[in-house]
C-alpha cells in the first residue's frame, strides 16, 4: 500500500517525556517560585509645596508579598518652571519589606496623577524600587524618574494622586 501511512505507536521514550516534561518546568527555579506581580491601586491627597506637589503614603500599603510602611513613604512631582525648560521628574522614597520571598522581590511604583473630574492626566512609572532579598526585613529607598517635559498648565490641574504598587 502505497501513499497510505498508518499511525505509529507512541514509543516508551517519547511518553516518559511527555509525562516528566511539565513535572521538569514546574521544579526549575524562578518558573514555578516566581509569582505574578500583583498589582493594588490606593488614591492620596498631593500637597502643593514651593517647587513641587508631595504626595505622602499615610499607611500600609500592600500588593503581593510585599508592602510599604506609611512612616516615610512619598512622591514628590517637581515643577515645571521656564529656567528647566519646563522639565520634571519624580522623587519617590519608601520603607518596605516583604513577607516572603524565594530570591527577591522588588516593589514596583506607578504614579498616576489626577484631575479635580479625576481624569489621570500624568502618568509617572513605573520606578523600580529595592531589592528585597530577606524576608520581613526593612528596605529603604530613593528612586527618581527621568526628565519629561510638563506643561505648567497640567501641572496645575493636579489635586490628587493614585498610586499603583506592584510587587
Not at 506609611?70 to 529656567?83: F, H, M, S, V
Not at 520571598?101 to 506607578?110: F, G, K, L, Q, R
Not at 479635580?116 to 527618581?144: K, S
Request: aromatic share 12%; proline share 7%; glycine share 8%.
Amino acid at each position: 500500500m502505497h501513499g497510505i501511512r498508518t499511525a505509529r505507536r507512541p514509543s516508551a521514550r517519547w511518553l516518559l517525556a511527555l509525562v516528566l516534561a511539565p513535572a521538569f518546568l514546574l521544579a526549575m527555579p524562578g518558573v514555578s517560585n516566581a509569582s505574578a506581580p500583583t498589582p493594588n491601586y490606593r488614591l492620596a491627597q498631593v500637597f502643593p509645596n514651593p517647587g513641587f506637589l508631595l504626595s505622602q503614603w499615610p499607611g500600609v500599603f500592600d500588593a503581593g508579598d510585599c508592602e510599604l510602611d506609611g512612616t516615610d513613604t512619598w512622591a514628590q512631582l517637581e515643577r515645571p518652571i521656564a529656567d528647566n525648560d519646563f522639565t520634571s521628574f519624580v522623587n519617590w522614597h519608601a520603607i518596605g519589606l516583604t513577607r516572603h520571598t524565594n530570591n527577591a522581590d522588588v516593589w514596583y511604583a506607578t504614579f498616576n496623577y489626577l484631575d479635580h473630574l479625576g481624569n489621570i492626566i500624568l502618568t509617572v512609572g513605573p520606578l523600580r524600587g529595592g531589592r528585597m532579598t530577606i524576608a520581613n526585613r526593612r528596605y529603604e529607598w530613593l528612586t527618581r524618574s527621568g526628565e519629561f517635559h510638563l506643561d505648567p498648565a497640567i501641572y496645575n490641574q493636579i489635586v490628587s494622586v493614585q498610586w499603583k504598587g506592584e510587587c
